[in-house]
């Protein structure tokens, strides 16, 4: 099996933007969590200094990693100071719960745009 995570750090008015983006490519498999942190900007008027953003995180095979990392990518750019990350990660096994069966990386696609 060769299945990646993808993890997106990115401002929260992205959010519609990246889902439209990924819709478009039939993918419609991920998780969203509220997080805070700091990178380039700092957040001078909090206490903290943390910046509220969204982390999404989606599983993909091997062969989809890349494109989907530049499909959020691009749909998160606004060419500003705090714009966030992306990463691709190795997921050793991988297991839905609702059949107690290990997941296949066939089960990860997505639809390929001649614009690609």
Not at 19 to 39: F, M, Q, V
Not at 59 to 71: E, T
Not at 72 to 88: F, M, N, Q, R, T
């Amino acid at each position: 099996m060769s299945l990646k995570k993808i993890t997106a750090i990115f401002d929260e008015l992205r959010l519609s933007n990246i889902e439209d983006a990924l819709r478009k490519h039939s993918i419609t498999g991920y998780t969203i969590h509220n997080t805070k942190g700091r990178g380039a900007y700092a957040d001078n008027y909090n206490k903290n200094h943390l910046s509220p953003h969204l982390q999404m995180d989606i599983y993909s095979s091997d062969k989809y990693a890349s494109k989907v990392a530049k499909i959020i990518v691009d749909a998160a750019y606004a060419d500003a100071e705090d714009e966030g990350l992306v990463s691709i990660t190795p997921v050793d096994e991988l297991f839905w719960i609702r059949t107690k069966q290990l997941a296949q990386e066939d089960e990860f696609t997505m639809l390929e745009l001649e614009n690609d």
